[in-house]
């Protein structure tokens, strides 16, 4: 016992006097600068106790990581997939990737602040926050962003549906939803945007989701002074709940958001309700297809489109396959599932001659046409983005379930 006091005055004499070189190195910055009180310098000295209270350290802009050590690359482990024509999904994770856990988690403020490195003493509003992003870097962001620059397709349509919108200023330029965000200036693409553009957006905050391949261009936009929330895309539904919440909690709106999941986690409780009850033999067997520019794909348990399907109370034929990966005709004749659903982007198509023609490449597949969907007519085409991770996740789950067990869609 008097070991453990005594190494924890030790501790408690190490944070202090760390605090106070902090608070002293302020104090003479504020003084050459003729500013005291300086907001920055305040950040930067509550990061130091941040630092200290974690055992770590400061990098040369002040900056620490989840463990108080300043982060050297920002990377993730997940990597890009894209298809034969270079089209990559909105997540860019890697076939076999899991998502990440505890991403985004709010760090816990020094003793006897508010929660933000630029409050004043006497209580006065907190301005910003310190949080812990997917790739578990510690990023102190505004508690209001009012210009946000998203190089994601998710938390660009997140933010619109949080009613967010009007704090957005810049996009990826892949972007195709929401239709009203297509005005917006495209910064290049997400995983080589352009960062001279970027600064003259004047951002208080840019978003980047998906794999490695996707953020490699995020530690030199920190290193010109842009402050960037980096996350892994999800892999499951439950995961994309928690993205949405987590996007509209980095806007501003945590209410708007959690609203969002609610209306979508009530339709799916109504479907689950449903096909819970089901034995095995009434859960029809389902392959997804997608038609790349040479290749065909499909997706198994472990991602969003398998999830899909397990919620839709069908059994996916592929499932030993991880995240998205491609696939011969042979192996869809082997499996001769019960169902067939196509997964198709738009081009310059309407969504109408978009499902049409896929329903009609799936059926004149010639290896296909003694296969039970195509001969009993269970061939459906989707929408792929309505498997994005995004509020259009409800949607998804509607034409899985009408797809999968017309017999129920109508009740």
């Known amino acids: 016992m008097l070991w453990s006091m005594l190494t924890g005055r030790r501790k408690s004499v190490a944070l202090?006097?760390?605090?106070?070189?902090a608070v002293l190195a302020v104090g003479i910055l504020a003084y050459s600068n003729g500013a005291k009180g300086d907001s920055a310098s305040e950040a930067i000295a509550q990061r130091v106790v941040f630092a200290a209270k974690n055992g770590g350290s400061l990098d040369a802009s002040g900056n620490a990581d989840a463990s108080g050590s300043a982060d050297a690359s920002g990377n993730a482990d997940a990597s890009g997939n894209a298809d034969a024509s270079g089209n990559a999904d909105a997540s860019g994770s890697g076939?076999?990737?899991?998502?990440?856990?505890?991403?985004?988690?709010?760090v816990a403020a020094p003793a006897g602040s508010s929660g933000?490195?630029?409050?004043?003493?006497?209580?006065?509003?907190?301005?910003?926050r310190v949080i812990t992003d997917g790739s578990g870097r510690v990023v102190e962001i505004p508690v209001k962003p009012q210009r946000m620059i998203c190089m994601d397709t998710a938390s660009t349509e997140i933010l619109f549906a949080c009613g967010l919108g009007d704090k957005v200023v810049g996009r990826a330029d892949n972007l195709s939803y929401p239709p009203e965000a297509l005005s917006l200036p495209g910064l290049g693409s997400m995983g080589t945007p352009s960062l001279e553009k970027m600064v003259a957006l004047?951002?208080?905050l840019?978003?980047?989701s998906g794999g490695a391949i996707f953020r490699r261009w995020v530690p030199e936009a920190e290193r010109i002074g842009l402050t960037v929330l980096s996350y892994d895309y999800p892999l499951t539904i439950e995961g994309i709940f928690d993205m949405i919440e987590r996007v509209g909690d980095m806007?501003?709106?945590?209410?708007?958001?959690?609203?969002?999941v609610a209306s979508i986690r009530t339709d799916m409780d109504k479907i689950t309700s449903v096909t819970k009850r089901l034995s095995v033999d009434k859960k029809p067997t389902v392959g997804i297809v997608y038609f790349g520019a040479s290749k065909m794909y499909t997706w198994g348990d472990e991602s969003r489109e398998g999830d899909l399907l397990r919620v839709a109370g069908g059994r996916n034929v592929f499932p030993g396959s991880t995240a998205m990966g491609a696939m011969s005709p042979e192996s869809m004749v082997a499996q001769n599932p019960d169902i067939i659903i196509g997964l198709f982007t738009l081009g310059t198509r309407t969504e109408s001659q978009a499902e049409a023609e896929t329903v009609q490449q799936i059926k004149n597949q010639s290896s296909w046409q003694t296969l039970k969907a195509v001969t009993n007519d269970r061939v459906y085409a989707i929408h792929w983005q309505q498997c994005w991770a995004g509020p259009r996740i409800k949607l998804g789950l509607q034409s899985f379930f009408r797809a999968i067990h017309p017999e129920f869609a109508g009740s």
């Not at 076939?95 to 709010?106: C, E, L, V, Y």
Request: proline share 4%.
């Open 16 to 21: 202090w006097l760390a605090a106070g070189t």
């Open 202 to 204: 004047k951002p208080d």
């Open 206 to 208: 840019v978003a980047i």
């Open 95 to 106: 076939s076999g990737s899991k998502q990440g856990a505890g991403s985004w988690n709010n």
């Open 116 to 128: 933000s490195s630029s409050g004043k003493s006497g209580g006065a509003a907190s301005t910003t």
């Open 251 to 260: 806007g501003g709106a945590p209410d708007r958001a959690r609203a969002i």
